[in-house]
T-cell receptor, first 110, second 112 residues
Framework: GQQVMQIPQYQHVQEGEDFTTYCNSS?????IQWYKQRPGGHPVFLIQ?????EVKKQKRLTFQFGEAKKNSSLHITATQTTDVGTYFC??????????FGKGTRLHILP | NAGVTQTPKFQVLKTGQSMTLQCAQD?????MSWYRQDPGMGLRLIHY???????DQGEVPNGYNVSRSTTEDFPLRLLSAAPSQTSVYFC???????????FGNGTRLTVT
């Protein structure tokens, strides 16, 4: 079945450093979504990528979707303490299942 | 708008008991789903529905039943609770099959 792998599981960075999390699917995806979950909260939608090779930016966040529509990445430039949380990718397959990666927990060191 | 509403927020069950986790959305979303979240395991899909009267299994459906008699409601039933079902359960909905998911606040379930 469809599997979505996400690395790294944890990342500690100094405030101001960059951060990247990577997502790989075992199957070709219809789209990929990214979510952020703050400690004690629920996942909140960040963005959706649909097209092969698509790149989208939200302020300091850059999202990419691979040419084969099987991998994706989220890059944060100059991290801030407000970026703390767990970032999840979620891939939608042809059967409409939305499968989440295990997430990357980001810690910011002041 | 209330969005996605889950009840209860917390629940403690004894092994073998049954219960229903409620999920309701007021956004007229066609797509609804249930996930469980365990430490280090991310969010795992239990069941999902692409519209009223239609349900399908996700990654970890065993021990859970769902039904979708209306667009608004998507209850999750635990028939005979087991300690392995201790988890945080999230209900999520989206306007269409390709849309972004809106999550409820979660139900923290403990089975002793």
């Amino acid at each position: 079945g469809q599997q979505v792998m996400q690395i790294p599981q944890y990342q500690h960075v100094q405030e101001g450093e960059d951060f990247t999390t990577y997502c790989n699917s075992s199957t070709t995806l219809s789209n990929i979504q990214w979510y952020k979950q703050r400690p004690g909260g629920h996942p909140v939608f960040l963005i959706q990528l649909v097209k092969s090779g698509e790149v989208k930016k939200q302020k300091r966040l850059t999202f990419q979707f691979g040419e084969a529509k099987k991998n994706s990445s989220l890059h944060i430039t100059a991290t801030q303490t407000t970026d703390v949380g767990t970032y999840f990718c979620a891939g939608r397959g042809r059967d409409d299942k939305i499968i989440f990666g295990k997430g990357t927990r980001l810690h910011i060191l002041p | 708008n209330a969005g996605v509403t889950q009840t209860p927020k917390f629940q403690v069950l004894k092994t073998g008991q049954s219960m229903t986790l409620q999920c309701a959305q007021d956004m007229n979303h066609e797509y609804m789903s249930w996930y469980r979240q365990d430490p280090g395991m991310g969010l795992r899909l239990i069941h999902y529905s692409v519209g009223a009267g239609i349900t399908d299994q996700g990654e970890v459906p065993n021990g859970y039943n769902v039904s979708r008699s209306t667009t608004e409601d998507f209850p999750l039933r635990l028939l005979s609770a087991a300690p392995s079902q201790t988890s945080v359960y999230f209900c999520a909905s989206s306007y269409s099959r390709g849309g972004d998911l809106h999550f409820g606040n979660g139900t923290r379930l403990t089975v002793t």
